[in-house]
């Protein structure tokens, strides 16, 4: 099973800021990765697909980059409502497997 | 508006089995590959099994190989996720999701004496 390494496992950010999250795979998965959102007592929702392609209706503040095992979502300036555990998931191949999660929270 | 709604989740007691169910509606149902994802309690996510658009192709993670059967029906828009001998390692919540896109709002199923 390709592993998926997410860093940091916690996050603390001010309002504004920019940030970060990385995703390593464990073996090349060219560009087959999603990032999700996911608020407390909620379903995932998608931001970005396919490592850089932004899902429609969210908000041009995500982005996300990489392709092989290195992959990257940005916020680029923090909102309140961003609040949530990201999670990063490998669709190259069987089993698809996940990242442990980011949780984020406001400093 | 896309809607996947779960159903079927309850207590069980280890061995026994449960069939979840998820109903489609707002986009075309039989397009789209479809999965059941889970998240233990306090826990990451699991993809747990995966059905091609005809229902010909399916895929399990070894944990639920042999115990999980994946299945669904076009004309009704509906995915249905069939356990048998359940154990206490399967209590999640399940998630019925369009190959990732579009996600329910999930259902409780634990698996306790």
């Known amino acids: 099973d390709i592993q998926m390494t997410q860093s940091p496992s916690f996050l603390s950010a001010s309002v504004g800021d920019r940030v970060t999250i990385n995703c390593k795979a464990s073996q090349n998965i060219n560009r087959y990765l999603n990032w999700y959102q996911q608020k407390l007592g909620e379903a995932p929702k998608l931001l970005i697909y396919?490592?850089?392609s932004l899902q429609t209706g969210i908000p041009s503040r995500f982005s996300g980059s990489g392709s092989g095992t290195d992959f990257t979502l940005t916020i680029s300036s923090l909102q309140p409502e961003d609040v949530a555990t990201y999670f990063c998931l490998q669709h190259n191949s069987w089993p698809y497997t996940f990242g442990a999660g980011t949780k984020l929270e406001l400093k | 508006e896309v809607q996947l709604v779960e159903s079927g989740g309850v207590l069980v007691q280890p061995g026994r089995s449960m069939k979840l169910s998820c109903a489609a509606s707002?986009?075309?149902?039989?397009?789209?590959?479809m999965a059941w994802v889970r998240q233990a309690p306090t826990k990451g996510l699991e993809w747990v099994a995966t059905?091609?658009?005809?229902?010909?192709?399916?895929y399990y993670r070894d944990s639920v190989k042999g115990r999980f059967t994946i299945s669904r029906d076009n004309a009704k828009s509906t995915l249905y996720l069939q356990m048998d001998s359940l154990r206490s390692e399967d209590t999640a919540t399940y998630y019925c999701?369009?190959?990732?896109?579009?996600w329910g709002q999930g259902v409780m199923v634990t698996v306790s004496s």
């Open positions: 999701t369009s190959g990732g896109g579009y």
């Open positions: 707002g986009f075309t149902f039989s397009s789209f590959p």
């Open positions: 396919n490592a850089n």
């Open positions: 059905i091609s658009t005809s229902g010909g192709s399916t």
